[in-house]
């Protein structure tokens, strides 16, 4: 261990590094010597496409609270172990309503003024730009500078130590809480009003414009890729198991995305009836089915969410099909039930009507189809489970915090997207079905935008009825 004394710290800005017990130590000389001598260079940031289309949302959020100043923050980085992050990703609504995709920038608009407190580049009159592990330059690359953000942007931009001051004035105030514990600190909540301004920042997000349907189309095109790359890879998949093809997705997801939207579900034989399986650590068996839930998360945040149910060896067996071709009946109902006008419940009431009848047929139920539809009784559901739509757009689950009446209850309306994706799950214990269904798991799932007369699939890319799944994997092998 070396006998060298690191430097006290002189500025608040170097007692704030991010630094750990084994760095090497750093002396006045090694620090004064790194602080000169460097050259500039700009970061190649042309304005960003979002830019009029949310400063068009930012009048629309103002409006909804005249006179009031509203808090958005990106969030912070979230440890992953130890000292290790993991990747970040800005909160969905700071994103929708600035644009900006970088960690500890706050929007504030204040009666319909915007400015977007962010942290710039590491400065070289500090060690932060060597030393620091979580925003130094040369440990994690450079951050734009605050105008390269305010150019991109097209908004005011400040610098973040300027935002308690900000905060401190008078002025009613809510926060978009629970992102950035630093943020929340700064304003005394108010539950009511910040719970109402959640409700609307996320109401705002149900009708997509058309550049988010745009970013919308380009994930579930680069998820198609993904899914085809997985097909092709199957046989490998036989021999690495359920990571090969969690793996293989996720580097389509790396090279034309962001990122993967949410964990893959990636579930084997009797795994794909686990709803949420993302361990992915099962087998890959020729003869069984493997259900894949995956969908690219594009470079602006935007998420496809896709199910395909495949035969390993690329054939389904004749229950495999009979119960498959079920699922797409119901699949398609529920997608011809998606119109403007129409109950958001319709889709998963349709879905539901066609399963339903379809267990009776295969003499599941322990009644007749339209009394387990009864809503008082819904014992179809034991093979069902789950509901057949969610909002999707910059979160795989969007529009969460909406209100129930605009949402869940709501009616559907032409700009929103929505998933369509039934399914039958035979748990591998369950003795109230035949053996031989027992562990199929069978789920499809398809993007819908709601349009004026209609709906359009923007996953229809990708093959869904039993035949063409079959052809698809033939090519893809």
């Known amino acids: 261990m070396s006998d060298e004394t690191e430097i006290k710290p002189e500025t608040s800005a170097d007692q704030e590094l991010h630094t750990e017990s084994h760095d090497p130590a750093v002396p ?11 050259g500039d260079r700009e970061l190649d940031l042309p304005p960003h496409p979002i830019a009029p289309y949310a400063a068009a949302r930012r009048e629309r959020l103002a409006e909804a609270f005249p006179g009031e100043r509203l808090v958005l923050p990106a969030g ?3 440890v992953r172990s130890y000292d290790t992050d993991y990747r970040f990703r800005s909160d969905t609504a700071h994103t929708y309503f600035c644009g900006n995709q970088t960690s500890d920038a706050v929007l504030v608009i204040d009666d319909g003024e915007a400015v977007l407190y962010a942290r710039p580049r590491s400065e070289r009159t500090t060690d932060e730009f060597f030393r620091d592990r979580q925003y130094g330059e040369l440990w ?12 991109s942007l097209g908004l005011e931009v400040r610098h973040i130590d300027e935002l308690p001051g900000e905060l401190a004035t008078s002025g009613k105030t809510r926060v978009h809480r629970g992102v950035s514990e630093s943020v929340d600190a700064l304003v005394a909540p108010d539950e009511s009003r910040d719970q109402d301004f959640a409700r609307v920042a996320s109401e705002m997000r149900l009708i997509k414009d058309e550049w988010e349907v745009a970013e919308l189309q380009t994930a579930c095109d680069a998820t198609t890729l993904g899914f085809t790359d997985a097909a092709g890879e199957m046989d490998r998949a036989v021999e690495f198991g359920e990571r090969w093809i969690e793996g293989t997705f996720f580097r389509r997801a790396r090279a034309m995305g962001n990122d993967i939207g949410y964990d893959s579900i990636v579930g084997g034989g009797s795994h794909a009836t686990t709803l949420h399986w993302i361990e992915n650590t099962g087998r890959i068996v020729p003869g069984e089915l493997v259900l894949l839930d995956m969908g690219v998360e594009g470079h602006n945040l935007y998420t496809a969410d896709v199910t395909r149910t495949l035969p390993v060896d690329g054939t389904f067996t004749s229950l495999q099909r009979e119960l498959y071709d079920l699922v797409y009946a119901a699949q398609e109902a ?14 998963h009431d349709a879905a539901m009507k066609v399963l339903a009848h379809g267990l009776e047929d295969l003499k599941l139920l322990p009644c007749s189809a339209d009394e ?9 559901a034991r093979w069902t489970l789950h509901g057949t739509s969610h909002m999707l757009g910059m979160d795989v689950h969007d529009c ?24 039958l799950y035979f748990q591998a214990d369950d003795l109230l079905v035949p053996e031989e269904m027992r562990g199929i798991g069978i789920r499809i799932e398809d993007d819908i935008l709601v349009t004026a007369d209609g709906s359009r699939n923007l996953s229809a890319s990708l093959p869904r009825s039993s035949s063409d799944v079959e052809t698809w994997m033939a090519a893809a092998r």
């Open 140 to 151: 994690v690359g450079r951050r734009p500078s605050l105008k390269e953000i305010s150019d």
């Open 334 to 347: 529920g997608i011809q039930a998606v119109r403007p006008g129409e109950p958001f419940s319709a889709t």
């Open 76 to 78: 912070g980085f979230k």
């Open 372 to 380: 387990a539809l009864d809503p008082e009784s819904k014992v179809y």
């Open 28 to 38: 006045a000389a090694y620090s004064e010597f790194m602080r000169q001598g460097w």
């Open 400 to 423: 969460g915090q909406a209100a129930p009446e605009a949402y869940a209850k709501g009616t559907l309306a032409e700009g929103m997207v929505l998933t369509v994706e039934p399914g």
